[in-house]
């Protein structure tokens, strides 16, 4: 059936590819809601300006967020949250240092630890491991240009078909960079502090940008100290005025020690201890990445040719359960082709690209002695590859709607052995392998009655394929055992508006999720990893509204203004009809959470924003609906001053009143107050202040 496929897909690559070539090249114009940007000078192929970079994202039938990182110079943006708390639609919570969860639509609600569902590119390029895995460690918020959210199927441009979509981070070039020179500190609470530099320059046909951070901070919670190196750099030549080729450099030192969890009343009464067993056995997460990757572009009289390729190695230390110690590689090529021309006198726009994907991870397992290495228990080889085409068609039936069509193939293997006990011990030997392939569609409208205004709707298959953590379980005599999942698979339905009018500003939009087999997990014991089942089928419904308003301008006849803004995502997320829990709601992610806030700017420079997180019904805990966390407020306060000649100062302020909450959990099947043990509390009262030059 898969050889079918790939000839299929092959002829549908060969006939598209030829007919984009004949067409005509045509500069694409498309009015898009207007957005403070930086200027910068176009100059590079690889990476566009940025007001580039949001026009072509804007012209996604669905939903998106683009994110200008300057937006955030005055906050403390340690980890993806403080990335990501604006962006209606995406849930995402701290559990300690730089780990969260990371959810879009339901993608991943019961992973207990890293992502699933989501792929994180940086510069389009995958940071995942080529089982689908992934962590948000190696992203550094310091060294991010801007930020895309490609929810769902919008991300099928990437290459991407998940229920989740993509996070794609794109670093800053010498053309995009805010000045040639940046120098930011930050400090403040639980022993917080961090520096920050980065250099630029373009030289001829060459350019160059480096980033480095190094951050370190004590934890709210005992035993939660985390130290991170980041640098980041890239270099980029015009071979030719057609032709460019930048690299990509990166390494990344991660020190984290863990908390652990705690049961509910032990995050609630007293949410700074850590427990038990992560002291007992310095429990950790110890990782040392390496990453290369280069993009070449090739801009042809018909369109435009991007080849990427990456390579990416991993160590990683982590003492939990059991000492965990992984080495492993991840490597990647992928050829994009885009053009804009006319079809039949009609504006026409394609991208057509493939990904060859795999990896390599040798897992050890040791018995955990106070977090060093005892006897040895598991010795795996994890092995995974994958081949992928996609293509997607955007046609203006009109001049003020488009017409998208597109598709995605793919084939997936996961191979694993584990050779069991290393002698002298006794030896227990097993080889098993999942493979995984399908074809998911999608199809929409997009429509713009009016300038600044867009309306749009579509519909689109994702499939998600477990990864190694899902697929090898862990047993509480510490053994692995292969289970071989399914994929899980999904239609989902979407419909919104975005736009700008007048002291007016909106991003909504309403989706449902009809899934089969949704991965979900349960957590049996706090010292054991959660495992991984497929449930039958459930539905998630959702609504993902973003709104904001000038409430008043010119106060003082300045040009001030004060802007009231509010987030709320909706989600309505259960089985249907299951043998065990009926229509139950699944755990893991509130039903509301909103954000609410109101931020004063004056033409000075100067700038006060107070803030609310309001979850006013708490999530469910487990599956069974018997236990739900304690709903939450926490208020925020942002201040801060940009002087004419580069220099930024900012305060930070975080749940001023001090309360007391739980952050994330771990999902189960039925809760016991005994038993229980999955709660990460939330951070108490903090305060944070930062300086950055640049020029």
Known sequence: MFRHMLLSGSAIAIAAF?????????????????????????????VPPLGQQREQMLQTAGSVEWIDMETLKGTYTNNLRDVLKDVPGVYVQTRYGQELRLSIRGSGIGRAFHTRGIEIPQDGIPFNMADGSGDFYQIDPLSVRSTEVYKGGNALPFGTSTLGGAVNFVSPTAYTAVAPNILRFDAGSFG?????????????????????????????????????????????????????????FGLYITDQKLPGTLSLRQALINPTQASAAAVSGDQARNVRTERIANRTTVRLETGQLDFDTWFMH?????????????????????PRYTVAGEIGGLRDELILGGRLFGGDNRALQFINIG?????????????????????????????????????KMFYTDMDYTNFGKLPPFSTVYQNNSAKYSGFNPKIGLLWEPKKDIQAFTNVTGSQDVPDFSDLTQTQFNGSTTFVPLQAQKAWTLEIGTRGRYDRFAWDVTLYRSWVDGQMLQYTTNPNVPAATFNAGRTNLMGVELGASVDIARDMAMTGDRLT???????????????PQYGNNRIAGIPEH???????YRHPSGFYIS????????????????????????????????????????YMDARNLSNNRYISDFGTVTRYSAAGTQTFYPGDGRSIYVGTRASF
Do not use: C
């Open 314 to 334: 991993k160590n990683l230390y982590h003492p939990i359960f059991q000492v965990i110690d992984q080495d492993g590689y991840t490597y990647g090529f992928a």
């Open 18 to 46: 030829v007919t984009s070539s004949a067409l005509a090249q045509t500069e694409a114009s498309t009015t898009l809601p207007p957005v403070a940007v930086t200027a910068a000078p176009a100059g590079s192929l690889t």
């Open 593 to 599: 959470m909103l954000r609410t806030s109101l931020t």
């Open 371 to 407: 977090g060093s290495r005892g006897q040895q228990t598991q010795n795996q080889r994890q092995n995974a590859w994958s081949i992928q085409g996609y293509a997607e068609n955007r046609l203006w039936v009109l001049p003020e709607l488009a017409a998208v069509a597109g598709a």
């Open 564 to 578: 009231l803004a509010q987030l709320w995502n909706y989600s309505n997320f259960r089985f249907s009809n299951d």
């Open 192 to 248: 917080t502090w961090r520096a920050n530099a980065q250099v630029s320059r373009v030289m001829g046909d060459f350019d160059f940008l480096i980033n480095g951070t190094v951050s370190h901070a004590d934890g709210f919670r005992k035993h939660s100290r985390q130290q991170y190196e980041q640098f980041n750099a890239n270099i980029g030549y015009r071979i030719t005025p057609d032709i460019e080729t930048r690299f990509y």
């Open 610 to 649: 107070p803030a609310i997180d309001l979850v006013p019904i708490g999530a469910w805990v487990d599956y069974a609906n018997t236990q739900q966390v304690p709903a939450y407020m926490l208020v925020g306060l942002q201040a801060g001053m940009d002087f004419p000649n580069g220099v930024s100062i």
